[in-house]
């Protein structure tokens, strides 16, 4: 395809590319273990809170994910001297909040305030961390709400999709499963859930990122002041490492009645330490990761089968892949399937454009400064990249790197990672309708998800 | 019980605010701040759902997407590619009273996206393949976000129709397949003509910019738009509600029962200073667990699984003109009561209306408000569409700055009287009945 910038002369040039700018990052382990990591951006005088403890397990456990998921709804359901209330109108009243998630490899409690608010959030965090009560009858109500939840996701058709997604991948591995059932939740007890904080809630191998209008060294003060309690024991868990991907048939799941059919394919991708790892994210943008892609641009902007496709690198501690998703009408179910195989075939096995590469490099380096320009963007990116052991300054290394890549470089690993013969396919949508068309593609092979009734 | 502290002071931004109006009566704001490396841009015209004529429901939004679709001197895809390929990203969406274009991009980008907002601002190129293309786009986007998932479209498609009668009020905004299928290229020309004038738009840039260089690229790009009569915007006033209004509609993939309720309040842009308590009211009955609602509905009866409240149907406060309502949406517990809910949300009204607020309620509440309020102006991009729509729908963007200050002014009796305004008697509601049930 050629681009208008080949034709139409009048566009603007660039300026000067800056260097990228990495803020300036005070780093402190508190004495209890806890690794503190302050940023100050004032651009507005609020502060942001990351604080993400490892929590994998060392083999899969549905379980264990109740648990989790569970101590998440409950972490802030009281205390031996807050209640529920207490903790929520204390956090307003310096404009703040907290709220806790979970995934197979961490617990991540986020919360933001008034700038000047920041001891009090610590505060009410440490309360928190040492001393949640998890009720009976708050931990009964939020494990009804819970269970309500999963109940609404299993019906959506994104969720089901990453569901069957998970299980075909990981097999075995922890990470097949990551939302438990209703079944699973109602079995949990409020002393599994103080047992499970006990164990695994301590501040070793915990990152706190403060991120905001104060001072680093303040802002590590105030953590270590109100934090130095926070303690114990406790277990580590090492997380095996993912399995190789097993291409074979193509997964169906049926929904009966589904308008859309949920395309998912996985390849296999690197770790971001990994040399191949930048030229693997252009080559990922070319193929579908951004708008400006073949992909995105065939199977939207030419032909109309979906609105928003996307491919995108999934890191986790224990490895990671490279996940394409489209919703896309069920009557062009596996037309869009073949399209899609076509330009990973095409990724495969001939280097892209010159221009191709630029664009993509262009938008990784451009993004890495918007992902940067904000509180809650240097809080999530610090806090993320603490998880898997590396700081800010990677980005500079890697701007590098993705300076330096090469059309060479993108065949090369679109050749040993985008190849379709490594992928592996789900399709959930109405499969009387689209099994017999996508059966003319590749091998397909039913598979029901375990949807348990209320 | 912990100590109470005192009420925090309520920051505020000040962020400077520089603005202008060109030739072709394009407004223009720019909001430099050198933070970071990076500039937000957004161009908002003054249309958006509500000026649909009848019977092409879905158009001002079938409409952006034809913006994106090439211009006389861009081939289609090449907007896409000139941000991306400047390290930036881009959006647009259509909303009740506006629609907005938009990209961030690194600061050595500020002249080339000037550029694509002018270019596009003089004319779409609009073609018969482009149309056809785009409407099956917006018809899978349909597809994901109202029709082949649960809640589609709760509540801000379905509540309007029961609130209000007039066409431009209670239509469906992401429109009928029927309407988008025949949509022509001549009804795209005229929408064009008539509501993308430069004189109906603002343009905002924030972000790390030097005013004087801004101002002359944003004058070697936009002067030249050549200047066309901006429409007048018609008043979309209905009376208000006589009576109690009630609708239900079975959800065939929902699998529990839902229902959301609304009153009307006071003109947000006429009647600022009536409007303003309302949006304080709406946290203090749903924001986070301290608040009345959640207090009462999910942590004490247990009769809903969430709730939350917002103004507008979209639940941008600050971004939505006359008539508008607070909105309160609830998810319920298998084989949940909705008479019920709505009782206790009536009872908890009347509460607030009799009993006041509860010591150190309405401050802190306000203090998140402040939060909520800041952060969403740390990003350059949300802080240019601010900028944009404020200009465009209250005359002066520097209000951005007074924000946070003026929802920490709302007094408790002012919240007190707009509690009082929560009857049943001015109350449209619409329940989702579970037809995905177990």
């Known amino acids: 395809m050629s681009t208008a910038a080949e034709v139409f002369t009048g566009m603007p040039e660039l300026g000067p590319n800056r260097k990228l700018a990495l803020p300036k990052v005070v780093e402190r382990t508190l004495p209890n273990g806890l690794t503190g990591i302050a940023i100050r951006r004032s651009a507005v005088p609020l502060v942001e809170l990351r604080l993400r403890v490892p929590l994998g397990t060392t083999r899969r456990s549905e379980p264990f994910v109740a648990r989790t998921t569970l101590l998440s709804q409950t972490l802030f359901s009281g205390t031996s001297k807050m209640s529920t209330m207490d903790i929520a109108a204390e956090l307003q009243a310096v404009g703040g909040a907290l709220n806790a998630g979970t995934d197979p490899d961490r617990l991540l409690i986020s919360g933001n305030a008034l700038g000047s608010g920041l001891d009090r959030i610590l505060e009410i965090l440490a309360e928190v961390l040492t001393d949640a009560a998890y009720p009976t009858t708050e931990v009964d109500t939020e494990r009804d709400r819970l269970v309500d939840r999963i109940q609404i996701a299993q019906t959506q058709p994104a969720h089901l999709a990453r569901v069957a997604l998970l299980r075909r991948v990981y097999g075995t591995h922890p990470y097949a499963v990551q939302t438990p059932t209703p079944r699973q939740v109602r079995a949990v007890t409020p002393r599994s859930l103080r047992t499970l904080h006990a164990e695994r809630l301590h501040p070793t191998g915990a990152t706190l990122v403060i991120v905001g209008d104060v001072a680093p060294a303040r802002a590590l003060d105030a953590a270590e002041a109100a934090l130095s309690g926070w303690n114990g024991g406790g277990k580590q868990a090492q997380l095996p490492a993912t399995p190789p991907l097993r291409p074979g048939p193509l997964t169906l799941v049926d929904r009966p009645d589904a308008i859309q059919s949920s395309l998912r394919i996985a390849l296999p991708a690197v770790e971001r330490t990994h040399p191949d790892h930048a030229a693997l994210q252009l080559a990922n943008l070319v193929f579908g990761g951004y708008f400006s892609s073949r992909w995105v641009e065939n199977i939207r902007e030419d032909k109309g089968y979906t609105y928003g496709p996307h491919s995108y690198v999934e890191h986790s501690i224990a490895g990671s892949t490279l996940v394409a998703t489209a919703e896309v009408a069920t009557e062009v179910t596996a037309p869009a399937l073949l399209e899609t195989i076509y330009e990973l075939g095409r990724m495969a096995t001939r280097p892209p454009q010159e221009a191709e590469l630029e664009q993509a490099r262009q938008y990784a380096l451009g993004t890495l400064q918007l992902g940067m320009a904000t509180q809650s963007g240097l809080a999530g990116l610090a806090s993320t990249y603490a998880g898997f052991g590396l700081r800010l300054d990677y980005l500079a290394d890697h701007a590098v790197r993705l300076a330096a890549v090469t059309r060479d470089d993108i065949a090369e690993v679109a050749a040993r990672y985008l190849a379709p013969a490594g992928s592996v396919t789900v399709v959930l949508g109405d499969a009387a309708r689209v099994e017999p068309s996508l059966a003319a593609l590749m091998p397909v092979e039913r598979s029901v998800l375990p949807v348990d009734e209320s | ?438």
Do not use: C
Not at chain 2, 44 to 64: C, K, M, N, Q, W
Not at chain 2, 142 to 171: E, Q
Not at chain 2, 193 to 219: K, S
Not at chain 2, 236 to 249: G, H, I, N
């Open chain 2, 1 to 438: 019980m912990p100590r109470t502290p005192p009420a925090p002071r309520i920051p505020a931004t000040k962020y400077p605010v520089e603005r202008f109006t060109l030739g072709n009566g394009l407004r223009v704001v720019l909001a430099p701040d050198r933070s970071a490396p990076v500039i937000g841009v957004a161009v908002v015209y003054d249309v958006g759902i509500r000026s649909e004529p009848e019977g092409r429901t879905g158009f001002a939004h079938l409409f952006e997407h034809l913006m994106f679709q090439g211009s006389q001197n861009l081939e289609k895809l090449a907007h896409f590619r000139y941000v991306q390929g400047s390290g930036g990203t881009f959006n647009g969406s259509t909303h009740l009273d506006y629609t907005d274009y938009f990209e961030t991009m690194p600061a050595n980008a500020l002249e080339r996206a000037l550029f694509l907002e002018a270019d596009r601002m003089r004319g779409p190129r609009l073609t018969e393949e482009n149309l056809r293309n785009q409407v099956d786009v917006v018809k899978e986007e349909i597809r994901v976000n109202v029709l082949n998932r649960p809640y589609g479209g709760f509540p801000w498609l379905k509540l309007p129709p029961v609130m209000f009668d007039t066409f431009a009020n209670a239509h469906d905004g992401y429109g009928s397949f029927v309407d988008l299928e025949s949509a022509t290229v001549a009804e795209a020309a005229e929408f064009f003509r008539d509501y993308y004038a430069a004189g109906n738009a603002v343009l905002a840039v924030a972000g790390d910019l030097d005013v004087n260089t801004a101002t002359a690229l944003v004058e070697r790009h936009f002067a030249t738009v050549p200047k066309r009569s901006a429409p007048v915007r018609p008043g979309f006033a209905e009376p208000p509600m006589q009576a109690e209004r009630r609708a239900a509609y079975t959800d065939r993939l929902a699998p529990l029962p839902a229902v959301a309720a609304a009153w009307r309040v006071p003109d947000p842009i006429e009647d600022f200073a009536a409007y303003l308590p309302h949006v304080v009211l709406a946290e203090v009955l749903t924001d986070g667990d301290a608040s009345r609602l959640v207090q009462r509905l999910v942590l004490r009866d247990r009769t809903v699984t969430s709730i939350g409240g917002y103004l507008g149907f979209m639940g941008e406060p600050f971004a939505v003109r006359d008539p508008t309502a607070l909105v309160l949406q609830a998810n319920l517990p298998p084989g949940g009561d909705v008479d019920k809910v709505l009782r206790t949300i009536d009872e908890e009204a009347e509460r607030i209306a009799t009993d006041g607020l509860t010591p150190g309620e309405l401050a802190r509440t306000q203090a998140r408000m402040a939060t909520h309020t800041l952060r969403d102006t740390d990003a350059v991009l949300g802080r240019a569409l601010h900028l944009a729509v404020i200009e465009q729908q209250r005359g002066d963007a520097s209000l951005v700055n007074d924000l946070p200050r003026l929802l920490g002014e709302v007094t408790e009796a002012e919240v007190v009287a707009a509690a009082g305004m929560l009857r049943p008697g001015r109350r449209a509601a619409v329940e989702v009945i579970a037809g995905g049930a177990r």
